[in-house]
């Protein structure tokens, strides 16, 4: 009953071009609307939902209802009588005197036509042996809400065309990349051998399937596949060594299916059978239509590889069809098509498509870390590659690609690399250039790509203390609280809080800082928050704190007082850091975070107070 839009896309192309309910109906064993006088047809219907909602059916004492009026004129009473639906969860009813079809919906009450469906149903035994005509036929719909009161669609009754239906009307045959074969070239003993594939495309261009019969087909439906043979620029590869056959022979072609499809079958060339290779493709037994509609309508075969010696030129193959049916009793007429094949020299963009690595940039976060490097790249019927970085002592990588390997690399194909970088003590970018060469050793084209490897971590020269750092534009930050035991106090005193608290730090022990380090001053933390781009203090607070996306980690390690009641406070509540910049001789400024608030302020501390620290340089 119900159909999808893409199992009937091709099928009923009127359907689907308009919005609202739309009704498409063909015939099925021709595949287009219209009947042929004196031949008995079905006609398939599809009427879609193509509305933006779902439709209610009803059953029960006002049950919904289609009504179905053939064109009168083209039927006797006798001939109505004899046509029939078949639809679960509807009833059928012929009224031959009044021309109707009835289709009476008894299946749940209020289920739902889903947009985007079709309700489809066939009417069988349709026989007219009027006069031809064109005239319409209608559909009414009753009691089912937001429909038309009824759809029409033209059904042309006409004479059936004499002599046997054509293959050339209906399918399409054709080779992908417009038939291109790129030729090879000899040196001597070196070879620039470049394998093509063709890919021919059997395509059932019609809206019925290439076979309509009720019945298995039977015979001997083939397609027989030759290319012109020799050394010419008007020949693809001579066939002359069948008995041993050498790189580029036409006997080294195979053909294949690419890709799961409709069952189709082949047989290779026989060279003990033929004089020439000849290719035959052919429908499975139990692929009953041959070529449907739809996702159903195409077979594809490769044939592969193709190294053709020859001088550029075109070529062609050739495609004979035979023994294949329309119906039971009706034979297509064999149809011959020759397809062109463009042979060209390779192209100027042959060589490296891409080059790349998934990390571009490596952060190394621990002391004596060694860093790989996964690189990878592109390639276009490259037939050898060097690869060569800056890191000194590294050896070039070479590598050769046989066109005989498994997987193949032509013309298309793919590669990696993982380099090993040792344990290194400073940050630094690593280049790397890949280089590409044909098969007579001529070079094609190089690519270079950078790595930076990122020495996340400062080691604090004075204690040999590891912190985790981050790049804010041209400023490096510390990750982590400064822990430097030789100044400062821990919160109450205790040890427990080193980490991740690190120590407090009064405003008169600011400029004992590593060489090239320093405390941030006001506008530095002001350029941390706006490289954050919050768009509010909940926001910021969010990505500065610990876990926050900006890697910052700031924390709650409160801060100490002193006077006549010194106070340590804050502890996981307030975190405060100084910053270099003074409000006066004997204060400063310091940045706050508040879990309370879930924002971040700018206060000021006495010098003799103590908070924590982080550390920035500028690069």
């Known amino acids: 009953m119900w159909n999808s839009r893409s199992a009937v896309d091709n099928r009923f192309p009127m359907a689907l071009e308009e919005t609202g309910v739309t009704l498409a109906v063909v015939n099925h064993q021709l595949g287009k609307p219209i009947l042929y006088i004196g031949e008995t047809a079905q006609l398939d219907f599809a009427i879609w939902n193509n509305s933006t909602s779902d439709l209610i059916l009803q059953s029960g004492d006002e049950p919904s209802t289609l009504l179905v009026f053939l064109p009168r004129t083209y039927f006797t009473t006798a001939q109505r ?22 289709l ?52 042309p009754l006409i004479s059936k065309p004499a002599g046997k239906p054509k293959l050339t009307d209906t399918l399409q045959v054709s080779l992908d990349n417009q038939g291109i074969v790129f030729v090879s070239t000899r040196n001597n003993e070196l070879v620039d051998a470049l394998p093509n594939t063709l890919l021919l495309n059997i395509k059932n261009s019609g809206s019925a399937p290439l076979y309509r019969g009720q019945e298995t087909w039977k015979g001997d439906p083939k397609v027989s596949v030759t290319f012109v043979y020799g050394s010419t620029s008007g020949a693809l590869a001579p066939d002359n060594d069948k008995d041993h056959p ?18 189709w079958g082949f047989d290779q060339p026989n060279p003990k059978e033929s004089a020439d290779p000849e290719w035959t493709l052919y429908p499975a037994p139990t692929n009953k239509e041959i070529l449907g509609v739809g996702d159903q309508a195409n077979v594809t075969f490769a044939f592969a590889p193709i190294i053709s010696f020859t001088s550029v030129g075109h070529t062609q193959m050739t495609l004979v069809f035979s023994g294949f049916m329309q119906d039971e009793n009706t034979p297509y007429e064999e149809a011959v098509f020759v397809l062109d094949i463009n042979k060209q020299n390779p192209p100027p963009t042959r060589g490296l498509l891409n080059f790349s690595s998934l990390d571009p940039l490596i952060r190394i976060k621990k002391e004596k870390q060694a860093a790989d490097i996964m690189l990878s790249w592109g390639m276009f019927d490259v037939a050898a590659i060097q690869l060569v970085s800056s890191y000194p002592g590294a050896e070039p990588y070479n590598k050769t690609y046989p066109i005989d390997a498994v997987p193949s690399t032509y013309p298309l194909g793919y590669d990696n690399f993982k380099f090993s970088v040792p344990a290194i003590s400073n940050s630094t970018p690593i280049f ?8 007579l050793g001529g070079f094609l084209n190089s690519l270079q790509f950078t790595v930076f490897i990122d020495l996340a971590i400062f080691v604090d020269p004075r204690d040999g203390t590891v912190y ?7 400023q490096l930050w510390l990750a982590a609280n400064l822990r430097y035991k030789n100044l400062g106090m821990y919160y109450n005193n205790m040890s427990k809080y080193d980490i991740p608290y690190g120590r407090l730090y009064t405003g008169n022990e600011l400029a004992h800082q590593p060489a090239g380090w320093r405390v941030p001053t006001s506008d530095d933390w002001k350029r941390l928050f706006d490289s954050v781009k919050a768009s509010n203090d909940k926001q910021l607070y969010a990505a500065l704190i610990d876990g926050g996306r ?4 700031a924390q709650l390690g409160g801060n100490y007082t002193p006077g006549n009641s010194p106070e340590f406070q804050g502890l996981a509540l307030r975190g405060y850091y100084w910053t270099s910049s003074p409000k006066s001789s004997d204060s400063t400024y310091v940045i706050t975070f508040s879990s309370l608030t879930e924002s971040i302020s700018s206060i000021t501390f006495e010098n003799s107070s103590a908070a924590s620290i982080r550390l920035v340089k500028d690069i």
């Open 246 to 263: 050498e790189l580029g022979s036409a006997w080294k072609i195979v053909a294949s299916l690419p890709v799961a499809q409709v069952p």
């Open 550 to 553: 900006a890697r910052f980690n």
């Open 432 to 439: 790397f250039t890949l280089q590409s060469y044909d098969g």
């Open 468 to 474: 985790p750092v981050i790049q804010v534009g041209t």
């Open 81 to 102: 009588g004899d046509m029939r639906i078949a639809l679960a969860n509807w009833t059928f009813a012929n009224s031959p005197a009044e021309g109707s079809l009835t």
């Open 104 to 155: 009476t919906y008894t299946g749940p009450d209020a289920a739902r036509w889903k947009a985007g469906a079709a309700i489809s149903f066939s009417v069988t035994n349709v026989l007219s042996t009027a006069s031809p005509d064109a005239k319409n036929l209608q559909v009414n719909f009753d009691n089912i809400q937001d429909t038309p009161g009824f759809l029409q669609t033209t059904l």
